[in-house]
């Protein structure tokens, strides 16, 4: 793994699309550590110009960006002064808790800036048990803004045959969540992509008891492309576009929107309609329902 520090000129990025409502996503790191698991090799992250390094593979580098924090404080300063809204996604190309955040700290820097300069709302997701580490940050944070942390639990499977190995133990991230929740922290459980479940009622219940609510997705609807052209792509990093792999594995099943809905459809009925988030309408309700996920 390559790493190092690159420079910055900036760490707000405006959005849209996919990620309407948010007004930034906000990257601590430049590439990222999990490109070979199991999220990273089909997430849509290195076909991105942030993700994009043609001298370097996807998964094999991940850089802190210089200054960060600061950044941050500047960027959030100025927006404030013209009277804008500062909603921020955190992180769209990159995990804010990669391996190296524990040495290089630079997602709890820019946490600290924000007690300094609170957004109207922060959501934190990652594919680890990270967040637990800022936890008393991210309570004394939560006074002055609204902070929801969202955790990917794609699957209840350990291993799914014929796909690349999770990025950390789903048992982590479960743990994660518990903790983030019965400390007062919003927590919402990501199945995005849905992968293949072996017990979804059972699967339903256990992320119920650990987290507030629940979003779920499929690649059909969530990787902005018509039919789902980008996920179907072949790509460098990838033996397989996961639709493929699903198939070779005896779960092509799982790459339709009947399955998918049958999920969901359990979902609500375990946890309650107002609990369940479905792709883009259950990101954007972060921005639009002060009371979502609790």
């Not at 804010?96 to 820097?109: I, K, S």
């Amino acid at each position: 793994m390559e790493t190092g520090v690159v420079p910055a000129r900036s760490i707000l990025t405006p959005t849209g699309g996919f990620l309407e409502g948010f007004t930034h996503t906000l990257n601590p790191y430049r590439g990222c550590a999990f490109g070979r698991a199991l999220c990273g090799v089909y997430c849509y992250a290195s076909e991105t110009r942030y993700g994009k390094d043609r001298a370097r593979a996807w998964g094999s580098y991940v850089f802190s960006k210089e200054g960060a924090a600061s950044l941050y404080r500047d960027e959030a300063r100025k927006l404030r002064e013209s009277g804008s809204a500062l909603r921020i996604f955190m992180s769209s190309v990159t995990d804010p808790y990669v391996p190296q955040e524990t040495a290089l700290g630079v997602t709890r820097g820019i946490l600290e800036a924000m007690e300094d300069e609170p957004p109207d709302l922060l959501v934190l997701q990652t594919h680890t048990g990270g967040p637990v580490r800022d936890l008393g940050l991210l309570v004394r944070l939560g006074k002055r803004a609204r902070v929801l942390v969202q955790i990917t639990v794609e699957t209840d499977r350990a291993k799914i045959d014929g796909l690349p190995p999770h990025a950390t133990p789903l048992a982590t991230r479960l743990s994660a969540l518990r903790a983030l929740k019965e400390s007062g922290v919003a927590t919402v459980a990501v199945c995005s992509p849905l992968l293949p479940l072996d017990d979804e009622r059972t699967f339903a219940k256990t992320l119920g008891s650990h987290a507030h609510g629940a979003i779920l997705d499929h690649w059909l609807l969530g990787d902005g492309s018509k039919n789902g052209a980008r996920t179907k792509r072949a790509r460098s990093h990838a033996e397989l576009p996961l639709p493929d792999a699903l198939v070779r594995a005896g779960l092509g099943e799982w790459n339709t929107l009947e399955r998918f809905f049958r999920v969901a459809s359990v979902f609500q009925e375990v946890l309650g309609a107002s609990r369940v988030g479905v792709s883009q309408d259950g990101f954007r309700r972060a921005c639009t329902d002060p009371s979502w996920p609790c």
